[in-house]
């Protein structure tokens, strides 16, 4: 029968643990650099679609409850679709969000929020979401990052939802629902 000296197993037991914290590091490292080449190309794509001379369409609507005065702008390159800004009031808050578009899918958002009581203090709150593949990749409230939490796929649904309704120009459906 083989014994094992206690301080031997234990030693075994860190080594192992050193092993694989080192391995999981990592793997977190070559994720976050790939990120952050992800960001560097999504910040190009952004300033690209900014700085082209895009064609645009204007739209208003209005829905009981979920919107006044709304507005949505789809922005072309080409036939191709980039942009979508949606803005909009209800009571004494409003909103304006721009989703930008690469082939089809959602690579950026930004939110902007502004609102607060009748009489008192307004308060602006911004949030921008980097997106690769259909997740969010960084999420920024203000400056500060953030986890993503469910604004993330709201904010999803809806830049999915508003690009899809071009066709059927019902952006209360889209957005309200």
């Known amino acids: 029968m083989i014994t094992i000296k206690p301080v031997l197993t234990l030693k075994i037991c860190v080594f192992l643990c050193l092993a694989m914290l080192c391995v999981q590091l990592h793997a977190q490292s070559n994720a976050q650099k790939t990120d952050e080449a992800d960001i560097v190309s999504i910040r190009q794509l952004f300033q690209k679609i900014n700085s082209s001379n ?56 930004f939110e902007s929020l ?19 593949d259909g997740r969010a990749i960084r999420v920024l409230k203000g400056s500060t990052v953030i986890s993503d939490d469910s604004k993330v796929s709201d904010i999803l649904q809806s830049a999915n939802r508003i690009y899809k309704a071009y066709v059927t120009k019902d952006f209360a459906g889209a957005l309200c629902n």
């Open 54 to 109: 895009l064609t645009k369409q204007r739209f208003t609507y209005e829905s009981s409850g979920c919107v006044e005065d709304g507005v949505v702008t789809y922005f072309f390159n080409g036939k191709d679709i980039v942009k979508i800004t949606e803005s909009g009031s209800i009571g004494d808050g409003s909103w304006t969000n721009e989703y930008y578009y690469n082939a089809g899918k959602v690579i950026f958002c």
């Open 114 to 132: 502004v609102g607060g009581p009748a009489v008192g203090k307004v308060t602006k709150t911004q949030y921008r979401y980097y997106i690769k």
